[in-house]
């Protein structure tokens, strides 16, 4: 399908510090799933590319020093994976998904200044890391993805990682 390489087109440009080439790319992508998704609302795979295009468009506007531009779809992208764990949480991938864009969110977040929204977004997403990890549900982004949480967390507070198999309270 084009959006998927246009997609890959965007981010081999990324790699390259192609940043404005990129954002272009990924644009185009957005648009073309956005109207596959008019025509078929309902289809959950539409929905998850979305979710991940949106993350790494996210993804990529930081690293073009745009956090700000990325907050948008990075919220976007978080609750169309919110959604889909919902309706299906036995899909490791889509969970860990939901694990990275949270992650990216809150690297933003904390790129704006927003602290305490990006220690919420941190703690929400090694939560769930370590719920994926003690189910044993195998993803992508697994690995060491409690330990590097607990960094980003001790490096925004200043305070010493929770053990990874502690997960922090819920309000």
Same mark, same amino acid.
């Not at 940043?19 to 644009?27: D, G, L």
């Not at 020093?65 to 907050?71: E, N, R, S, V």
């Given at each position: 399908? %084009?959006? /998927?390489? !246009?997609?890959?087109? @965007? *981010?081999? =440009?990324?790699?390259?510090?192609?940043? #404005?080439?990129?954002?272009?790319?990924?644009?185009?992508?957005?648009?073309?799933?956005?109207?596959?998704?008019?025509?078929?609302?309902?289809?959950?795979?539409?929905?998850?590319? %979305?979710? /991940?295009? !949106?993350?790494?468009? @996210? *993804?990529? =506007?930081?690293?073009?020093?745009?956090? #700000?531009?990325?907050?948008?779809?990075?919220?976007?992208?978080?609750?169309?994976?919110?959604?889909?764990?919902?309706?299906?949480?036995?899909?490791?991938?889509?969970?860990?998904? %939901?694990?990275?864009?949270?992650?990216?969110?809150? *690297?933003? =977040?904390?790129?704006?200044?927003?602290?305490?929204?990006?220690?919420?977004?941190?703690?929400?997403?090694?939560?769930?890391?370590?719920?994926?990890?003690?189910?044993?549900?195998?993803?992508?982004?697994?690995?060491?993805?409690?330990?590097?949480?607990?960094?980003?967390?001790?490096?925004?507070?200043?305070?010493?990682?929770?053990?990874?198999?502690?997960?922090?309270?819920?309000?």
């Amino acid at each position: 399908m %084009l959006n /998927y390489s !246009l997609a890959s087109l @965007g *981010d081999l =440009l990324a790699t390259q510090k192609k940043y #404005p080439e990129s954002i272009a790319r990924y644009r185009e992508t957005l648009a073309l799933i956005e109207t596959k998704l008019k025509a078929e609302p309902k289809n959950v795979t539409l929905i998850a590319g %979305l979710a /991940y295009a !949106l993350g790494r468009m @996210g *993804d990529i =506007l930081i690293h073009s020093g745009d956090a #700000p531009g990325a907050l948008t779809y990075l919220r976007r992208a978080v609750e169309l994976n919110e959604n889909l764990v919902a309706d299906d949480p036995t899909n490791a991938n889509v969970a860990w998904n %939901l694990v990275t864009v949270r992650t990216t969110l809150a *690297d933003a =977040l904390a790129a704006v200044g927003s602290i305490a929204e990006a220690r919420d977004q941190y703690a929400r997403a090694r939560e769930s890391a370590v719920a994926l990890t003690q189910k044993n549900m195998q993803g992508v982004p697994q690995k060491d993805a409690v330990e590097k949480l607990d960094a980003k967390l001790a490096a925004l507070t200043g305070t010493t990682t929770m053990p990874a198999t502690t997960a922090p309270q819920t309000r």
